[in-house]
Every structure is written in structure tokens, then in C-alpha cells.
């Protein structure tokens, strides 16, 4: 079995054609980043890409898979100006196109969610400073200074060499550009055209492609016995960075969109090949548990973002009006990683942990964890639904737990939660002063304790 070689590597000699070279095209992300640290990028990502080429991808092909990718040719682009994170092809010229800026914005936003996770800071303002950057960086609001992730997030400069997440760190950021790797090899083999997505039909042809590649990229990591744990992380950025579709330019043309079937699809193959992408690991079972709650973590926290109108609202809303100073990080309540079950509970009511669904009025339902802390009739806790953290407080009357939520800066409301005979709390939220109107909740305690 083959695993994935580490992909930040630099000193190893050139094993295949490569360029490192500015895109010579101006756009909205010109030189976010400094030319120093794009060249640094380049030469660090270009050895690992072309062993694990080489050494990890070639032996497990097929030999029809091998006669349509052997002329690969890998440029590392300095830069895309076009996008903060845009891996492509061009299927003409075998071309796969590894821009260094988009390297670094990955390496630099799954270092910051390690380090935020494991010191006990929400990871929520990863997805509030990608929405910043999504609404004010392009449009110019920004463009008095960088504003780079670390010094946004306020995560230490030398974050990757923290000794607690380096490991991990290392492991995670080779994973997911192995995934974009294979999957740009996945457009190639499948001789994929770029499509303009300017109408329904565009769009789900621009998808099956999209899945189709992806299926590719998954298939090689179960080939190799890879598990695929920077699958979510790379999901999680890209979408925040997708358009919304209460965006006033939704409409306009895109060569990459994402959707919720993506996703979907993306989930279905881990649950499929759990056990071929956890045969590497000496305990399967506890591998294979954790191929299907990264597969979980997909359905319930990613993809239904992209399919809620109200959730991206907010987010726009968010991205629009929220300040790059306010990201500093903030603590929350035992919040875990991707895949985590949840903390043990309490058995006192509105105390401890609790999941389950938030449903808004369109009736689209997302997987949420409560964690709530009584004390004698005041409560205090959180609510997360993917990258996302909501706060609460409030007090306990007649066994009504009534509270005011808040989520960021700009998005407050009301809500009540009440128990059922069957150990369920439910209940209404709605906005602003309003304790209905804008969905409901159905909770319960979690079936197993750690």
C-alpha cells in the first residue's frame, strides 16, 4: 500500500517538466500576496507534487489511465489573479495548472483552523473572514493592505511549526492537494471541456463534470488506502467563497461552481469505500467510523449551506458589514474537529449537550450541537451547524428555557425550548425581537457517550 508522500516539500530534484511563472493576467487578487512569499509557495509545493506523481499516482493506474495521463505537464503558476483558491486544466495541453497563491491561501486557512481548534477558539471566523474577503476584497473596500489570513485571524506567524498541529498540519494540507491534485488528473482523463455556466443546462453539465472529477480523485486515495481527512476543510473554504444565490451577480458566468449534489456525491462515495480508504489503519473499525462521520459532516454541516437561501443570506449579510479587526479569536464550548462526536452530557435539563435539527421556515434542516451550561436558572452555551458558532444566554421559567442568540456581530434573535415526554427539547427562534417565525429545533441527547 502507497500513501500520500508529503506534499510541502522543497530540495528534491525535478522529476517532470515544470514553470513557475506569473499568470500575466491582472484581476481582483493581484498580489494579495507578496511576490517573496508566492516564490517560497512554488518552490516548496513543486518536489512533493512530482513524487507523489511519480511514486503514489502512476503505479495505481489503470494501463488505459496511464496512456491519457503520461504527458501531464504540471505548471506552477506564481499566481491566479482571477480567484483566492483556483486549481484548473486545459485539457489541449495536458496542462495542470498549481497556482503558488492559491497553495499558500489553503495553507495558511487549514493551519489557522488546526491552531484555532485545538486551543479552544471558534473556527467560525475562518467562514466570517472568507466572506469578508468574498464581498469587500473584490470589490475594493479592502485594498489598502493584504490583510492575510494569519494576521486576520490573529494566529501566530510560526503557526506551522507549532509542535502541537505541525504533524497534523502536515498531514491534512498534503491531503487535500493530493484531492485537488487527482481531481484536476480526473478532468484530463475524462477530456472535460471548461463550460461557462450561464444556464440550467451549462450548469448541470459544469456539475457532472465537477463530480466526475472528483469521483477520479476519491478513487485514487482508495486505491492507495489514503483516509481522506482534508476533504471537508477543502469543501468548507471553497463554499464560503462561492457565490450565494442572494447574490445580486449570482447569475453571472462561472467555470466552477459548487452545489450541494457535488457534496452529496462526494459523501456517497466514503460511505461506499469506508473500508478501502481506511485499510492503511490497524484498527479499521475506529478508520471506517471516521471515513462515515467525515462523510456525515458533508451531508449535515456543508452541503445544506449551499442549498439555504436564508444561510447564505446571513453570510452575505455577514461578509458585507463585518470589520477584518472584530476576527480575533474568541473562545466557545468544547467544540471539537471535523468528525468529533460530541461531548458527554449532563442529565440535568438545558445542561450539557444536545443534538439534532435547526430548521428554518423553508423547512431546509441542518445537523446542529448544543452545548449549554446551567446554573441554578440562568444559561449560557452555544450552537455550532459546520464552521458555524452561535451564542446564547438565557434563563429557565416553568420549564421553558427562553434565550436571545446571537451569531457574529450583525444577526441576533429570540427562542424557546421546551422538553417533550420523550427527553426531546423543541421549540421556535425567529429574529431580531422575535421568539417564532423563523424555524424550529427538535433536540435530543446524544445516543452514545465518550
Avoid at 505548471?75 to 497556482?99: C, G, K, Q, R, W
Wanted: aromatic share 10%; net charge neutral.
Amino acid at each position: 500500500m502507497k500513501k500520500i508522500l508529503t506534499l510541502l516539500m522543497a530540495g528534491l530534484p525535478a522529476l517532470n517538466a515544470f514553470s513557475a511563472t506569473g499568470t500575466g493576467i491582472s484581476g481582483p487578487w493581484s498580489d494579495f500576496y507578496s511576490r517573496p512569499i508566492l516564490a517560497q509557495a512554488a518552490k516548496d509545493i513543486r518536489p512533493g507534487v512530482l513524487e507523489n506523481w511519480q511514486h503514489v499516482i502512476l503505479p495505481v493506474l489503470t494501463p488505459e489511465e496511464r496512456r491519457k495521463l503520461e504527458q501531464v505537464r504540471f505548471v506552477f503558476d506564481l499566481e491566479d489573479a482571477t480567484a483566492p483558491i483556483n486549481f484548473y486544466s486545459i485539457s489541449d495541453s495536458n496542462e495542470v495548472h498549481i497556482p503558488a497563491s492559491s497553495v499558500r491561501m489553503l495553507g495558511d486557512l487549514t493551519a489557522s483552523w488546526m491552531w484555532l481548534n485545538k486551543y479552544g477558539y471558534t473556527t467560525s471566523s475562518i467562514n466570517e473572514y472568507l466572506s469578508i474577503l468574498k464581498y469587500q476584497w473584490a470589490s475594493g473596500a479592502l485594498r489598502d493592505k493584504r490583510y492575510l489570513p494569519l494576521e486576520a485571524l490573529g494566529v501566530p506567524d510560526n503557526v506551522r511549526n507549532d509542535p502541537a498541529i505541525a504533524d497534523e498540519y502536515t498531514r491534512v494540507i498534503s491531503n487535500i492537494l493530493f484531492f485537488i491534485i487527482g481531481h484536476e488528473l480526473g478532468h484530463l482523463l475524462h477530456e472535460h471541456r471548461g463550460i461557462v455556466v450561464e444556464d440550467v443546462t451549462a450548469s448541470l453539465r459544469s456539475i457532472a463534470q465537477e463530480k466526475a472529477a472528483d469521483a477520479f480523485s476519491l478513487e485514487l486515495m482508495r486505491r492507495i488506502g489514503e483516509m481522506p481527512l482534508g476533504v471537508p476543510l477543502f469543501f468548507i473554504f471553497a463554499t464560503a467563497l462561492e457565490s450565494a444565490s442572494t447574490d445580486p451577480d449570482y447569475s453571472r458566468p462561472r467555470t466552477h461552481p459548487h452545489s450541494g449534489a457535488r457534496i452529496l456525491a462526494t459523501a456517497t462515495a466514503l460511505r461506499t469505500h469506508a473500508r478501502g480508504f481506511a485499510r492503511g489503519l490497524h484498527d479499521s473499525a475506529t478508520a471506517i467510523d471516521k471515513v462515515n462521520r467525515i462523510a456525515d459532516s458533508l451531508v449535515n454541516d456543508i452541503a445544506p449551506a449551499l442549498e439555504s437561501p436564508v444561510i447564505q443570506d446571513l453570510w452575505r449579510q455577514k461578509g458585507l458589514v463585518t470589520q477584518l479587526g472584530d476576527l480575533k479569536p474568541r473562545t466557545t464550548l468544547g467544540l471539537g474537529s471535523v468528525g468529533t462526536p460530541p461531548r458527554k452530557t449532563s442529565t440535568q435539563l438545558f445542561d450539557g449537550a444536545y443534538q439534532g435539527k435547526w430548521i428554518d421556515q423553508k423547512g431546509i434542516d441542518f445537523d446542529v450541537r448544543m452545548d449549554l451550561q446551567r446554573n441554578g436558572e440562568i444559561v449560557v452555551g452555544s450552537w455550532t451547524f459546520g464552521p458555524n458558532r452561535v451564542v446564547l444566554n438565557g434563563i429557565v421559567s416553568d420549564e421553558h428555557l427562553y434565550f436571545d442568540w446571537k451569531w457574529g456581530l450583525d444577526y441576533f434573535g429570540k427562542s424557546e425550548l421546551y422538553a417533550q415526554s420523550d427527553g426531546r427539547l423543541v421549540g421556535t427562534w425567529g429574529y431580531t425581537r422575535n421568539i417564532s417565525g423563523g424555524g424550529t429545533w427538535s433536540l435530543s441527547r446524544p445516543q452514545t457517550h465518550q
